[in-house]
């Protein structure tokens, strides 16, 4: 049955029936109808699905046996599209074989300080990056007749007060920071279906939000499919439904409903409205519907889980060649971790795993001669347990410490109060580190952490929270069995006070003022000069990378052509590598406060011994774009740019200018009280208004007569800084207002 006919079949409590859900987890049926119900279940990086007697939202019950992948935080550092597309794929045929029909990810809110309690779920700091990997998710989950369900929308970027808490945020720095990435997803998954947040947006929760959903989301990004609230995060029902909203969830006793339907009767919402919220309901119906369920190959499924964690961990640090181990040496494993792995984050996300993989049972596979001190109980340790360890880890050639973030450090509800790791950690690997100078650190978190003992370490291994299989993948890349490829997706700041949003996380009382704007993550630590401990894209190998003969297709073009670049990437030592090559684009515009460069493309590409490869890139304008409030639209300043080539933010070895002609004038809304130096900076202007300026000149003070404002650079200074008006009263009756007004009208015209 076609979708209008379903919506004249439907009465119109039906139809409010529909826009609420029918328990926690399912939406409203109508079988007589043809309108089956939809299964939803968490799932950024593994299935939650929950039995509809033991529900919740937190993870607090038990839920179905799953594979679970590496947390968005881990994954995003592959930086590998097609891997993380295989990762949704797998979660999509999880998914099918559990009779799911949306999954609730993927994460992707930005990083906008390390404190939030959430970050291991989230892929960046940056939206490029997030947009990129999340519609490659998508695209992967949705090849199975599963919809995605990207979340939190938007400016979810804390988890204190998250249920009242208003983001306030400017106009510029949403659209190129917060909402970028969603509209990513959005276009080129393209997702199916769209999760609200809990927090409020310039006053406004984003489910009742009409010009984020109404203008935005389906206006602007043409998204057709159901906008679902977060579990709990519905306001006023008829307003949300008014705005673009599909679905309240979860399902209540029915009041929602009939809210729905008294505002109808009473006209403050229309029943075409309601017919809209249905009509993209019906769309992820009839997307998911037909599908074929697949057998259930969990050991397939691991394997996957396991190459994801492989190719993302981070070699933050490698001193003296320290990695890769020698199998044949005797080696110390210090830390609880090693053996009990920190390998989820807690809340909503969390999964029953399919089968753990401790790091130290597959380094005994590997290591003969092994050693073994847990160091510290969770969070505490004793005098004993620290020299028991470092006693071990001196009779050893090496040692191995696992350290990091218990699991009540970071959790979905709550957020950090410090980077700091629990001092009997920093404790324990001082006290080694003295003992043993070969010294490896692997590290467990969620999100960035203070590393005070980094002088101490030799090597420095990021393993996030990697999943079920990040044992295996710890084991074999120190080892060398494979070689670390990951970068970071985030920046890892020196201290917690470097952090652009230190001032204003999380906010006061119930308001939280973004004051940092688009200076978010390399972008602020770049333009302040800040150096931080690990750069955004940093991350080494086991072989090294050499970058050359970089081409850009044309030296200048304008912002309606693309610019296609390439360059050549060669593997120099003596190891198989995957590297990840970033470009960036350098801004020149100082018209406006822009960042020094951003990211707007990248490659992962594997490269044997010797072997060298072409890369090529296609920018087009948005490459090159800033947001224009005053148009309502991506605009780019003509100008000269460059383009950087790098194997990290703070790495570039290649660039090359090009120069951009915008083929947009933005036009000056000329008043009595513009400055002449927003005149005089356009040419067309400046040589409509010096004629006047001609006539006056002669009756100017401060000497201004005698100067050419032309060549003088002091008297174009002084003029400069004075608008029509004060220039105006400097000659008096040689200026009078009609004439000024007359001028003004002559310089408004001929934009």
Known sequence: MKTIDILKSLTLEQKARLCVGMNFWMTQNFPEKGIPSLFMSDGPHGLRKQDLNASDHLGLNDSEPSVCYPTGSLAACSWDRDLIREMGNHLGQEASQLDVDILLGPAMNIKRSPLCGRNFEYYSEDPYLTGQLAAAFIQGVQSNGVSACPKHFVANNQET?????????????????????????????????????????????????????????????????????????????????????????????????????????????????????????????????????????GEQYHEVAYQVASQSMILLKNESGILPLNPQKKIAVIGEMAKQPRFQGSGSSHVNVFRLVDAYSQIEKICPQLCYAPGYSDETTTPEMIAEAARIAKNCDQVVLFAGLPSSYEAESYDRQDMKMPQAHNDLIAAVAQANPEVVVVLSNGSPVEIP?????????????????????????????????????????????????????????????????????????????????????????????????????????????????????????QKAGKEIIQLYVKNSDYQINRAVKELKEFAKISLAPGEEKEVAFVLGKRAFAYYDVSLQDWHVNSGDYEICIGAASDDIRLSAPVHVQSTQKIKLHITRNTLLLDILADPQLEEAFLPFYTQIKPYLPFNLNQKDLKTDKMARSMVNNMTLNSLASYVGRFLSDEELEKIIQILNNIQ
Do not use: C
């Open 453 to 573: 003992w980094l002088g101490q370490a030799k090597g420095l291994l990021e393993a996030y929270l990697g999943g079920e299989a990040s044992g295996a993948a710890i084991a074999d890349i120190l080892f060398g069995r494979v070689n670390p490829s990951g970068k970071l997706a985030e920046t890892f700041p020196v201290k917690l006070e470097d952090n652009p949003s230190y001032l204003n996380f999380p906010g006061e009382g119930d308001r939280v003022e973004y004051r940092e704007g688009i200076f978010v993550g390399y972008r602020y630590y770049e333009k302040k000069k800040t150096r931080p401990a690990f750069a955004f894209g940093h991350g080494l190998s086991y072989t090294t990378y050499a970058y050359s003969d970089l081409k850009l297709e044309k030296s200048s073009l304008t912002d309606q052509e693309q610019l296609k670049v390439s360059f050549k990437v060669k593997n120099t030592g």
């Open 161 to 297: 007060r998250r249920k009242a808490v208003d983001t306030l945020i400017d106009e510029r720095t949403l659209r190129e920071i917060y909402l970028a990435g969603f509209e990513t997803a959005i276009k080129e998954g393209p997702s199916w279906s769209l999760m609200s947040s809990y927090n409020k947006v310039n006053g406004t929760y984003p489910a009742e939000h009409t010009h984020l959903i109404s203008e935005i989301v389906r206006g602007e990004w043409g998204f057709a499919g159901a906008l679902i609230t977060d579990w709990g995060a519905m306001d006023q029902i008829a307003a949300s439904i008014h705005a673009g909203l599909t679905l309240q969830m979860p399902g209540d006793d029915g009041t929602s409903a009939r809210k729905l339907v008294r505002a109808v009767e009473k006209g403050e919402i229309s029943e075409a409205e309601l017919d809209q919220a249905v009509t993209a309901l019906l769309f992820v119906i009839e997307k998911t519907r037909g599908r074929k369920k697949g057998e259930k190959h």
